[in-house]
């Protein structure tokens, strides 16, 4: 039996009811509402499922007070309309029947809604930038914000009593206020953002009137016996932003209105800073712990942190040291349904990992898209693959996959549970195919935690062989006489014939990444995907002066990846040099031409080559006779990303 937390389920007593556990699920983004703010079949099986798995709190994610001026994305819950009340009561029903407490996350997001065919209002005027979805991704449209009104101030005001109100009667004993991270009561509170000149700006006391206006008219809605729990920006981390000094002082003075402080950090006001609020692997975990420490020791009211928690021993020393009473997060409980009851039961070491890649965060904030993880294939699908749509196969096949990487891996793992035989082959030493080159670097802590997860799974599979140093031969195939076949043989690196007068000057970014190839000082890097910039910002960590070129506008640099990646390699000193193409290589440098025609020499020592994966297709034509079913998987479909690999193998095993 491994370690047990004893912090971490203890229970915590807050107004009026009995938490079972520290552990909260983070609000975000989920785009499970229907289109018209109305609870779904789909959004009810999401967060039921995070109650099943042990959670303490469940927070819906993001929630507006209305869908007029307030609403910040499309597919979120209209608090505004008393038509979501039937929604609300099976939704707080689904969570409470595990034991969690069930909150909705109510905010206003101000001058950063949607467009509703009204202007934006805030605090002051202002313009905000919102891309136009419509257009193409370059497009942007420029809305401008008008200041609000003493009308719209009341009315305001009254939208989120009510809201409040809706949770109470559908059967909530817990809200949380969205008070940070730039949405409308930050708007009012921040210096940066309230340049009013009336009650409600200026000094102090006028800055903080609204929120306190707020709180004021929801505690007189829902009363004691209801768990108010508010969402704060320490530290808005802008010149002339809140600071934790002001905003702890504005805390002292509302929290006999507030159950919860929950402490997070950051605006979305500068998009460059919500690394630290939503941070990419290349930023430490647990980062903004020390703020909920801070107002922890002045605050009497309990303290929640977040913010890249996502292990059972850290949240067990967090809460032990005293520098929080709650730990929030969203992602680990995405990755693994079951994080809560694995670390309560004794198997922490069973929690599938986040990798941190971002995926579930692009695919709702920026696509609309419904909620998805990378490594675990069923988040947003729970109906469909928790409550028996999916059958077991009427037949146990004997089944061969052909690559241990994540592709191959997680269809031995899939096949493994519904029965079927797996023989999974790995012509080298190792499980992981590529995956272990995105492992490589000193910052990618997170794929190295689920790669050594994967390969723990697969040797505890119990229908799973494994047979290393072992290529899947035609001849090996037939011999075995396979009902299915998975091909998951991954992909090769692009590697352009490059004129050169220096062969030795060149190198591939794997190379350089697992240090079998040590670059000199000076590099210019040839590729702004993510293994371009994931690379060029490692070695711009040990002091190399890198300059990253690649053929698209910087905009489009890792986009398919975690945020920062450009962010974090400036602030080290990468140059990037935009729609160039690499056409030779000279003693002295690389020889790029821009788009229109013109050559020019950048000096360096070494450059590095990061121009993605293609197929590795020859050998493919000799698996399809070679059973009933042949299935191809991963990099070898389309080289793409571990959210396509992980999906891909998953998905095969469940069809067979």
């Not at 807050?14 to 289109?35: D, Q, T, V």
């Not at 991704?137 to 003493?150: D, G, H, I, N, Q």
């Not at 592709?407 to 079927?420: I, P």
């Not at 998975?486 to 591939?508: L, M, R």
């Amino acid at each position: 039996m491994e370690q047990r937390f004893k912090h971490l389920f203890s229970p915590l007593k807050i107004g009026p009811a009995i938490i079972k556990n520290r552990i909260e699920l983070a609000p975000g983004c989920h785009m499970l509402a229907s289109g018209d703010g109305y609870v779904t079949r789909e959004m009810i099986a999401y967060y039921q499922s995070i109650a099943e798995g042990g959670a303490g709190i469940v927070t819906v994610g993001e929630s507006a007070i209305d869908f007029k001026h307030a609403a910040g994305h499309r597919f979120q819950l209209n608090l505004g309309d008393d038509k979501v009340h039937a929604g609300l009561c099976e939704l707080a029903e689904a969570i409470h029947k595990y034991g969690a407490i069930a909150s909705v996350e109510v905010n206003h997001n101000g001058s950063q809604i949607i467009s509703s065919g009204l202007p934006p209002i805030s605090s002051s005027p202002q313009f905000t930038i919102r891309e136009d979805r419509a257009a193409k991704a370059e497009r942007r449209r420029r809305y401008p914000v008008m200041k609000m009104t003493l009308d719209d101030i009341e009315d305001t005001v009254e939208g989120f009593a009510k809201a409040f109100s809706q949770l109470k009667k559908a059967g909530f004993i817990m809200g949380m206020l969205h008070s940070g991270h730039g949405h409308l009561i930050s708007q009012f509170l921040s210096p940066f953002m309230n340049h009013r000149d009336d009650n409600y700006g200026g000094s102090f006391e006028n800055r903080l009137r609204f929120f306190d206006e707020v709180l004021t008219a929801i505690r007189a809605e829902v009363g004691r016996n209801f768990i108010i729990e508010t969402r704060i920006s320490a530290d808005e981390f802008l010149s002339g932003g809140l600071k934790q000094e002001e905003m702890l002082e504005i805390m002292k003075r509302v929290q006999d209105k507030v159950d919860v402080c929950h402490v997070s950090v950051c605006t979305l006001q500068d998009p460059l800073l919500t690394i630290y609020q939503m941070q990419p692997p290349y930023i430490e975990h647990g980062v903004n712990v020390h703020f909920a420490e801070y107002f922890k020791k002045h605050l009497s009211i309990p303290v929640t942190t977040v913010g890249s928690i996502n292990d059972p021993a850290m949240c067990e020393d967090i809460l032990s040291s005293g520098k929080a009473d709650i730990v929030a997060m969203i992602r680990a409980q995405l990755a693994d349904h079951e994080f809560a009851n694995k670390a309560r039961k004794g198997y922490a070491s069973d929690i599938r990992p986040c990798i941190r890649c971002m995926t579930c965060i692009r695919l709702t904030g920026e696509r609309a898209h419904p909620i998805r993880c990378s490594v675990n294939p069923i988040v947003g699908r729970e109906i469909e693959y928790w409550y028996g749509y999916v059958k077991p196969p009427k037949n146990r096949k004997k089944l061969a996959i052909i690559g241990g990487g994540p592709a191959g891996m997680q269809a031995a793992l899939t096949a493994s549970e519904r029965g079927h035989a797996v023989v999974l082959y790995e012509k080298k030493e190792q499980l992981g195919g590529n995956m272990r080159l995105a492992a490589a670097l000193p910052f990618k802590d997170d794929m190295r935690r689920y790669l050594k997860w994967m390969i723990r799974q697969i040797e505890k599979a119990p229908n799973v062989t494994v047979r290393l140093n072992t290529e899947a031969t035609p001849e090996l195939l037939k011999a075995e006489n396979y009902q299915a076949i998975v091909v998951a043989i991954g992909s090769i690196p692009i590697i352009p014939d490059i004129p050169t007068e220096d062969p030795n000057k060149i190198v591939w970014v794997g190379d350089v990444d697992s240090r079998k190839v040590e670059p000199g000082e000076r590099i210019v890097m040839v590729g702004g995907g993510l293994s371009g910039l994931e690379s060029a910002l490692a070695l711009a960590e040990r002091g190399k002066k890198v300059t990253v070129i690649d053929m698209l506008p910087e905009s489009q640099f890792g986009a398919e990846g975690p945020r920062g990646g450009v962010f974090l390699n400036k602030k080290h000193g990468t140059r990037f040099v935009t729609e160039v193409k690499l056409v030779r290589i000279s003693k002295e440098g690389a020889v790029v031409q821009d788009k229109n025609w013109n050559e020019f020499e950048i000096p360096c020592d070494t450059v590095i080559l990061a121009l993605g994966f293609k197929s590795e297709t020859e050998s493919c034509d000799a698996y399809t006779e070679m059973a009933e079913d042949v299935i191809f998987i991963g990099d070898v479909r389309f080289p793409h990303n571990i959210y396509q690999a992980v999906h891909d193998g998953f998905h095969a095993a469940y069809t067979l």
